[in-house]
């Protein structure tokens, strides 16, 4: 067996605010239009990559003409589509506005789920591993113990259940997309939510994270199990195994494999708080930042580069805070549910303290409730944060990667207006 886990997971979920729904961890409502004419904005929407969605609370997205200092609260007016009088400045503008959102957004989503992906896979080898002497809670052991994977095994040991993560989110994006089809569960929250659409809301959460429960227990597996003693396996492994996981063939196990029917409450409680947590941070990082811009546009301070610059970048800064918060908060449980999940699975991992050899996972927990306790008398406290460090290098990239991203294309704008 092999697999690996979504680090959206972050629960079941998306890692990163942007790919929750709307409503109750998306972006603010959208104000309500009172004209035709309002809903002129929506066309220059970037393409729908988590991450680039143009929805800003009582704003307008960026005019297709260059914004002019006349009018800073509300912007000119635009026009429906580029050829309608705009100019060639202006379409050239609008052009490059497209462009720089879909590669903004893209870019978040290559950090997110290829260029962090290392880190993921060293943060869980070492918070399974319960014979580790060294927990790796600083970026600079965990650089160290990549370059011995890199050096012994090759790039392929820290890009390994890649595929598979991108299967857990398909998986987990239809399975709500299902169930909220066939029952009256909510995908999204109202503006006038109550706590009737929030309960029910959560629900379609839990049963999503449910259904996709074996897929993110396969994933999990082929991302720690070491690279030297796998065999080569298809994209598609992890949807076998996770089938597999539920009807109880084909899958290597012993007895102290837990039944998924103890895994439901670990996995159920660690996405909803999750998800509850980075909707609550991104809501109150945008509400701060939104004010901000307001306040600057107020006082006539914003030029056209800022204003742009605006209008896709708030969501971004709040999907990383959140998703960082979310992750730092729930570290401690994730140990807990990743060890659950590995258990009697005969999985061999990679020696997290020498950087060479394998270990095996011979764990014996009954439950959550004594892997919690075992881990804290024998592995002490810091025992939960193993692999710490890992996450440290993992936000570093993201944010390095958000400023020269916002660097690029702040040029490109000056160079453009």
């Not at 997971?9 to 239009?33: C, I, K, N, V």
């Not at 918070?127 to 370059?147: C, D, G, K, S, W």
């Not at 503006?191 to 994933?219: C, D």
Request: with cysteine; glycine share 10%; charged share 15%.
């Amino acid at each position: 067996m092999h697999p690996r886990r979504p680090d959206g997971f972050d629960g079941l979920g998306y890692r990163g605010g942007a790919r929750d729904e709307q409503g109750f961890g998306g972006a603010f409502p959208a104000r309500s239009f009172t004209s035709a004419s309002d809903l002129s904005h929506w066309v220059t929407t970037p393409p729908d990559i988590p991450g680039s969605r143009n929805l800003h609370w009582g704003e307008k997205s960026p005019p297709y003409g260059v914004p002019g200092p006349s009018t800073p609260l509300e912007g000119p007016a635009e026009e429906p589509f580029p050829g309608g009088g705009g100019g060639v400045p202006g379409q050239s503008t609008e052009q490059l506005n497209r462009f720089a959102g879909f590669g903004i957004g893209l870019a978040s989503l290559f950090t997110e789920n290829v260029l962090a992906h290392p880190c993921i896979v060293l943060r869980r080898q070492c918070q399974v591993n319960y014979h580790a002497r060294h927990y790796h809670l600083t970026p600079f052991t965990v650089i160290n113990i990549m370059y011995s994977f890199n050096k012994t095994q090759g790039p392929r040991a820290l890009w390994k259940g890649m595929g598979s993560t991108f299967i857990v989110q398909g998986v987990t994006l239809g399975a709500e997309g299902i169930i909220s089809e066939f029952t009256p569960l909510p995908r999204e929250i109202s503006r006038k939510w109550n706590p009737k659409q929030i309960g029910e809301h959560l629900l379609l959460k839990s049963l999503t994270y449910i259904v996709a429960m074996p897929f993110y227990s396969a994933s999990l597996i082929e991302t720690v199990q070491s690279e030297i003693i796998r065999d080569n396996t298809g994209i598609l492994e992890c949807v076998k195994e996770g089938i597999g996981r539920v009807i109880g063939l084909g899958v290597p196990h012993s007895k102290r494999l837990l039944p998924l029917l103890s895994l439901i409450f670990p996995t159920v409680l660690h996405g909803v708080l999750h998800y509850i947590i980075s909707s609550v941070i991104q809501k109150f990082v945008l509400l701060i930042l939104k004010r901000k811009t307001y306040s600057s546009r107020l006082a006539e301070s914003t030029s056209p580069v800022q204003s742009m610059l605006d209008a896709y970048f708030p969501e971004l800064i709040a999907n990383f805070a959140a998703s960082l918060c979310s992750d730092v908060i729930l570290y401690p449980l994730e140990t807990v549910l990743h060890r659950l999940h590995i258990q009697g699975t005969r999985t061999i991992i990679d020696n997290t303290d020498l950087g060479y050899e394998v270990l095996p996972i011979n764990t014996q927990y009954e439950g959550m409730r004594d892997c919690i306790n075992t881990i804290r008398q024998e592995e002490g406290v810091l025992g939960f944060y193993k692999g710490f460090g890992a996450v440290i290098i993992q936000y570093t990239l993201h944010a390095a990667v958000l400023q020269i991203t916002r660097i690029i294309y702040s040029t490109l704008l000056q160079n453009s207006v």
